[in-house]
């Protein structure tokens, strides 16, 4: 049990780690992630959790809805939903006639 059990990080994942720190100005060095696994999984190195100060939760203001002028005022909307889809869906309605001829 002196060794690590597990592993959170693929060696794939480590790659993209360090390619997306690579391209942050605040990167120490070249390939600090490979740096940090490393130390720990060779070196045996371990690193210090820092404690957190919790900070009291902020309430958040629901808005609800705006208004746009009068395009929703006689018909609102229901979000994505489309009623003149679902009214001609001939999947959901296979007995009621189509507006729309198939052919061939």
């Known amino acids: ?26 990167a120490p060095h070249a390939l600090p992630a490979l740096a940090v696994w490393h130390d720990v999984n060779v070196l045996g190195r371990r690193y210090p959790i820092p404690t957190l100060e919790s900070l009291p939760k902020t309430e958040i ?18 979000g994505l939903r489309s009623f003149d889809a679902e009214q001609w869906n001939p999947y959901r309605h296979p007995g009621r006639p189509g507006r729309y001829a198939r052919t061939r």
């Open 1 to 26: 049990m002196c060794e690590p059990q597990f592993q959170f990080v693929t060696p794939q994942q480590l790659v993209a780690i360090d390619f997306f720190l690579s391209m942050h100005h605040y």
């Open 61 to 78: 203001v629901l808005h609800g809805w705006y208004p746009v002028g009068q395009y929703d005022k006689e018909a609102p909307a229901t």
